[in-house]
């Protein structure tokens, strides 16, 4: 292990080359036990999958509302795309749909999502659905052990 330089400007040159190198070695030993080292090297668990990705935190930007219908029992539901974005990070507006389950029939594939972007006036008139609380469930799992 080399130390690193005492003073300011060669330091933090020195600091960035020893990253890269232990980046490097990270990326080498999963490699070699069969794991790609891409996530390692990602800052965010979620990539958009092109550069023109419309996520929910333009959407929110904007003032747009995200509106998600059930095709199957055509039930319509308005909501703050910042909200979503709690729930489900900053993804792409596209994606969200896939990610959401009706709460009626319970039917993933159904879920169909758009955009609307409502004058003040019609907003205040609309129900919106938005994020009262998220909650963690606690699991616990057990097993037997002789002699304990
Ligand atoms: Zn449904």
């Known amino acids: 292990m080399v130390t690193a330089p005492a003073s300011g400007k060669q330091r933090k040159r020195w600091r960035v080359a020893n990253r890269r190198a232990t980046d490097g070695v990270i990326a080498d030993l999963l490699r070699r036990q069969g794991i790609c080292s891409c996530f390692v090297l ?19 930007a904007n003032g747009s509302l995200l509106r998600i219908e059930c095709r199957r029992c055509r039930v319509t539901r308005f909501f703050v795309p910042s909200d979503l974005a ?16 009706c709460e009626k029939c319970g039917e993933k594939w159904s879920m169909r999502i ?18 009262d609380r998220i909650y963690h469930v606690k699991r616990v799992t057990w097993r037997d052990l002789v002699g304990g």
Do not use: C
Request: aromatic content about 8%.
């Open 86 to 101: 709690r729930v489900f990070g900053d993804i792409e507006v596209d994606d969200v749909a896939r990610k959401m389950r």
């Open 114 to 131: 758009s955009m609307e972007l409502p004058m003040a006036a019609q907003r205040a008139t609309m129900t919106i659905r938005r994020l």
């Open 42 to 60: 990602m800052p965010e668990p979620y990539w958009p999958k092109h550069q023109n990705a419309y996520l929910l935190s333009s959407a929110h």
